[in-house]
């Protein structure tokens, strides 16, 4: 199992950018594929963005896609979102992910280590 904390979640205007990070402990971090999924009030938890073991495969949500960009530093066992053109339907409670598969998952099912979640706030 591995550990996962997420932070950088607030408040901030439509059009404004905000970082997530999410720090991993417990586990070489860079056995797994990493992501992000958020889920806002009444709705399911839904896909955003995955990363690859080295980084060099990314997957996005057509709703993200342009304006969300996910990275990680293996040297750091950390994975960021990073969040730009941000609109009030990006708010929700955004949860970092875990997975030792070969394949990179877009579904809330195939990941078994999960953060404890960051608010992210989007004011009109």
């Known amino acids: 199992q591995v550990q996962l904390v997420e932070s950088g979640g607030g408040l901030v205007q439509a059009g404004g950018s905000l970082r997530l990070s999410c720090a991993a402990s417990g586990r070489t971090f860079s056995y797994y594929n990493m992501a992000w999924f958020r889920q806002a009030p009444g709705k399911d938890r839904e896909f955003v963005a995955a990363i690859s073991r080295s980084g060099g495969n990314t997957y996005y949500a057509d709703s993200v896609k342009a304006r969300f960009t996910i990275s990680r530093d293996n040297a750091k066992n950390t994975t960021y979102l990073q969040m730009n053109s941000l609109k009030p339907e990006d708010t929700a409670v955004y949860y970092c992910?875990?997975?030792?598969?070969?394949?990179?998952?877009?579904?809330?099912?195939?990941?078994?280590?999960w953060g404890q979640g960051t608010q992210v706030t989007v004011s009109s």
């Open positions: 992910a875990a997975d030792r598969s070969i394949l990179v998952f877009r579904t809330v099912s195939e990941y078994d280590n």
